[in-house]
């Protein structure tokens, strides 16, 4: 028997289900993807909403079902933040993310530090317990550089305007504006995952 996503709390009283085009959309073109079942968390360290959404989006994320993959997928909408992308990706390509994901929100929104430069980044690192020379050589390695390269390629397949938003299997997107709120987002996500399932 598959695993089942906890009941929905989507409101009772709203005697709807969530609606294409309301409370989330179809994407264009269907992005690859690299599970049967994938949700996808496109954010941005630099992200005020994004920063207030990591407690509850984290939480949520560890309670989905053993076969949804879920991923992060940092995006920058400029260049000066292709930085934070690699940031990221050096900090998962380490086995890091739990230690260092939610610092480094806190470091930019609490402590305003501007992670901005490698030299800037190596500096958080090491003031965090992690290898500088270790970290930086992560920063700059194609690994990363390639995982930048693909992030940007998913947001822009996905269409992603702002952040944060939610990606289901390559097929829908919802976010905060489009459902109502960033943990109503959660909730339709859970309902496409669930059409993703039944395999509509």
């Known amino acids: 028997m598959l695993p089942t996503l906890p009941a929905l709390v989507w409101p009772v009283a709203a005697q709807e289900l969530p609606i294409e085009g309301r409370h989330y959309v179809a994407v264009q073109t269907r992005q690859p993807t690299r599970n049967s079942l994938e949700v996808l968390e496109f954010f941005a360290y630099s992200c005020g909403h994004c920063n207030e959404f990591e407690p509850a989006v984290d939480a949520w994320q560890k309670k989905l079902p053993q076969d949804v993959l879920f991923r992060r997928i940092p995006?920058?909408?400029?260049?000066?933040?292709?930085?934070?992308?690699?940031?990221?990706?050096?900090?998962?390509?380490?086995?890091?993310?739990?230690?260092?994901?939610?610092?480094?929100?806190?470091?930019?929104h609490s402590e305003r530090k501007q992670l901005d430069t490698p030299e800037k980044i190596g500096a958080?690192?090491?003031s965090n317990g992690v290898d500088r020379n270790r970290f930086m050589e992560a920063l700059e390695?194609?690994?990363?550089?390639?995982?930048?390269?693909?992030?940007?390629?998913?947001?822009?397949?996905?269409?992603?305007e702002g952040t944060p938003s939610i990606g289901v299997n390559g097929r829908w997107l919802t976010s905060g504006s489009?459902?109502?709120?960033?943990?109503?987002?959660?909730?339709?996500a859970e309902y496409l995952v669930g059409l993703a399932r039944r395999g509509a």
């Open 75 to 108: 995006v920058a909408f400029r260049e000066s933040f292709v930085i934070q992308q690699k940031l990221f990706f050096a900090v998962e390509a380490l086995g890091l993310v739990d230690q260092m994901h939610h610092k480094v929100f806190l470091a930019i």
């Open 124 to 126: 958080f690192a090491a």
């Open 141 to 160: 390695s194609f690994g990363v550089a390639a995982k930048v390269k693909q992030a940007s390629a998913l947001a822009n397949g996905y269409g992603i």
């Open 178 to 188: 489009l459902a109502g709120s960033n943990r109503k987002s959660l909730e339709v």
